[in-house]
C-alpha cells in the first residue's frame, strides 16, 4: 500500500532556482526520509526526518515535516543539472519503508 | 569499498522458467530488502529479512521466493508463477531491527521476458 505520495508528479526548472517537492502521507509515523534515483540506477538516502523534528538541513537541502497535517516537503536551493533525478519520500512506522511514487525533477542548464 | 552488488544487470526469462537475481552486501548490515519497480512508479516490496535463516513476506510475495542463509547475502528467485515479472528489481539492506533506518541501495536488476 503507497503511503507516501509526492506532489508534484514533474518539475522543471532552471539551473540557480530552488526547486521543492511535497509529500503527504496518511498514518502516523516515526520517521520520514528523501531519496534520490538517477535514471536506471538504485536510490540513493539523502535525509531522514523523525517525527518529533520539524525541520532538518544537509547542504543544499532543507527537510520540513507538519505531523498535524501529514506533510512533508523537501527544498533543493541553487539547483544544478546534476541534481536531475527522480525524489521519493518514504514514511516508517515500523521496521519497513513505505514509497511514494515520486517526483522527477529536470534542471535545464 | 562497501556496498551492494546487484546480478546480473539483465535478465531475460523465458515462459515456464524460474530465474535467480542476485544480491550480496559487505556492509555488515543486518536487515536485507527485495523491491520491484515498474515504469513511473514507486517501490514495491517483495520480501525482508531483519536476521540471517529469517524472513518475511512483504505487499507483493506472490510468484516469488528468497533465501537468507548468509549474512551477506538474499537472493531473489522469480519463479513461473509470476505472471507478470517484467519490472526493475532493487536490493537494499540497513543496519538494523526496529525502526526503519537509512537503506543502502544496489543498482538494480532489469529483467525482461523474452
Known amino acids: 500500500s503507497q503511503q507516501g505520495e509526492e506532489d508534484p508528479q514533474a518539475l522543471s526548472i532552471q539551473e540557480g532556482e530552488n526547486a521543492t517537492m511535497n509529500c503527504s502521507y496518511k498514518t502516523s509515523i516515526n520517521n520520514l526520509q528523501w531519496y534520490r534515483q538517477n535514471s536506471g540506477r538504485g536510490l540513493v538516502h539523502l535525509i531522514l526526518i523523525r517525527s518529533n523534528e520539524r525541520e532538518k538541513h544537509s547542504g543544499r537541502l532543507r527537510v520540513t515535516l507538519d505531523t498535524s497535517k501529514k506533510s512533508s516537503s523537501l527544498l533543493i536551493t541553487a539547483s544544478r543539472a546534476a541534481d536531475t533525478a527522480s525524489y521519493f519520500c518514504?514514511?516508517?512506522?515500523?521496521?519497513?519503508?513505505?514509497f511514494g511514487k515520486g517526483t522527477k525533477l529536470t534542471v535545464n542548464p | 569499498d562497501g556496498g551492494i552488488t546487484q546480478s546480473p544487470k539483465y535478465l531475460f526469462r523465458k515462459e515456464g522458467q524460474n530465474v535467480t537475481l542476485s544480491c550480496e552486501q559487505n556492509l555488515n548490515h543486518d536487515a536485507m530488502y527485495w523491491y520491484r519497480q515498474d515504469p513511473g512508479q514507486g517501490l514495491r516490496l517483495i520480501y525482508y529479512?531483519?536476521?540471517?535463516?529469517?524472513?518475511q513476506k512483504g505487499d507483493i510475495a506472490e510468484g516469488y521466493s528468497v533465501s537468507r542463509e548468509k549474512k551477506e547475502s538474499f537472493p531473489l528467485t522469480v519463479t513461473s508463477a509470476q505472471k507478470n515479472p517484467t519490472a526493475f528489481y532493487l536490493c537494499a539492506s540497513s543496519i538494523g531491527q526496529g525502526i526503519a533506518q537509512p537503506q543502502h541501495f544496489g543498482d538494480g536488476t532489469r529483467l525482461s521476458i523474452l
Open positions: 518514504a514514511t516508517s512506522r515500523s521496521e519497513k519503508l513505505v
Open positions: 529479512s531483519q536476521i540471517v535463516n529469517d524472513f
